[in-house]
């Protein structure tokens, strides 16, 4: 499972393509260990999403739709754990 967990954080949060840029690797490396423990989090998008089963970039080519709710879940829990920890206002 750890290695689905990095292939979608690398694709969705270390390339920088879909977070602002007060998303330091200071602060992703703060939060990653956050986020990595949290189960509802990632069940939904490896089941509810079907992330199990194919790739990120299978996800966009196939359903393009799940992506974006995958993108947006994952921008939105790191910004929601950075403000949760002090890290960003």
Same mark, same amino acid.
């Given at each position: 499972?750890?290695?689905?967990?990095?292939?979608?954080?690398?694709?969705?949060?270390?390339?920088?393509?879909?977070?602002?840029?007060? #998303?330091?690797?200071?602060?992703?490396?703060? &939060?990653?260990?956050?986020?990595?423990? *949290?189960? +509802? %989090?990632?069940?939904?998008? #490896?089941?509810?999403?079907?992330?199990?089963? &194919?790739?990120?970039?299978?996800?966009? *080519?196939? +359903? %393009?739709?799940?992506?974006?709710?995958?993108?947006?879940?994952?921008?939105?829990?790191?910004?929601?754990?950075?403000?949760?920890?002090?890290?960003?206002?």
């Amino acid at each position: 499972m750890n290695e689905k967990k990095n292939e979608y954080w690398n694709h969705f949060v270390i390339k920088r393509n879909y977070h602002p840029k007060s #998303f330091t690797d200071k602060r992703l490396e703060t &939060v990653k260990k956050i986020i990595w423990d *949290d189960k +509802d %989090f990632w069940n939904d998008v #490896f089941f509810r999403h079907n992330g199990i089963s &194919v790739s990120p970039q299978e996800m966009k *080519d196939n +359903d %393009f739709l799940a992506y974006e709710h995958c993108i947006c879940n994952m921008v939105g829990m790191v910004h929601e754990t950075l403000i949760k920890i002090g890290a960003i206002k």
